[in-house]
């Protein structure tokens, strides 16, 4: 049987900083939801620093390092500016993926295997510091393949094909997509990848990606964000984690 591992939840807060931005304020402050978040049992915070800055800012990185204490996932492009940013904040962990100044969110997986030289030498000197590198891809082995010969330890399953399909109702395809991750998910940790997951995930999709056993890591941010406007951060939060500890059992 396959050990089953302790499963965390990384709050990501950049929709807190999206509706901030929407007015040029202060308010919401991304650092207070990091904090309720931290009150309300998440085991990481999230950040993604996208070049054009459209949600979280240098400075709500600089607050998060300065103030967090639970690990900081910090999101980024491989570019040389976020590489030099990351190298002067050494995060917890860095998860690189890849980013197109017109889409609305991270759409895809990153292309490792048509980049594996670039990105080892882009990965090594994070690693050097510190960082717990991980891979955003989508559920391919090509890519689970690759991302293991460039030294990542952690890989990031892309969830969003499998959410897209459920809220769409297209369930033979979100059948074959929650096949495919799960398949990809046993295969990433006979490789000796730890293995993360997420994009697009809610209440009603959670579950059966938290029960695939090799699983260490959901990062969710839009819907708990959103919800929170109904419910409150802090609630949103810990139903999600029950839900996540459901699966689990
Ligand atoms: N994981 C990664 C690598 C992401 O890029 C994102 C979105 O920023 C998420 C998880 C969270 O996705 P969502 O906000 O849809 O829950």
Request: aromatic share 4%; with cysteine.
């Amino acid at each position: 049987m396959t050990e089953t591992f302790p499963l965390r939840l990384g709050v990501n807060i950049d929709h807190v900083a999206t509706v901030r931005n929407a007015r040029g304020s202060q308010y919401p402050d991304p650092l207070r939801a990091a904090k309720l978040a931290e009150e309300a049992g998440a085991d990481g915070i999230t950040a993604h620093l996208r070049e054009d800055r459209r949600h979280i800012s240098d400075a709500d990185i600089d607050a998060l390092m300065d103030t967090l204490t639970v690990p900081l996932n910090f999101e980024m492009a491989a570019t040389d500016e976020m590489q030099a940013i990351a190298l002067r904040h050494k995060p917890h962990a860095v998860c690189i993926v890849p980013e197109k100044r017109e889409e609305r969110t991270t759409e895809g997986g990153l292309e490792v295997a048509r980049e594996e030289n670039r990105l080892a030498h882009f990965i090594a000197p994070l690693a050097d510091a510190g960082c717990r590198v991980s891979i955003f891809i989508a559920a391919d082995p090509r890519q689970i393949e690759a991302a293991h010969r460039i030294g990542a330890p952690v890989i990031e399953l892309h969830t969003g094909a499998y959410c897209d399909a459920h809220a769409e109702g297209r369930f033979e395809e979100r059948d074959a997509e929650l096949e495919r991750l799960r398949q990809m998910s046993a295969f990433a940790h006979s490789l000796g990848l730890e293995v993360h997951a997420g994009h697009g995930l809610t209440y009603d999709t959670v579950k059966p990606i938290a029960a695939f056993p090799e699983v260490r890591e959901l990062n969710i941010g839009h819907f708990l964000i959103g919800e929170a406007i109904f419910q409150g951060l802090e609630p949103a939060i810990r139903k999600m984690r029950k839900l996540m500890d459901e699966a689990r059992e």
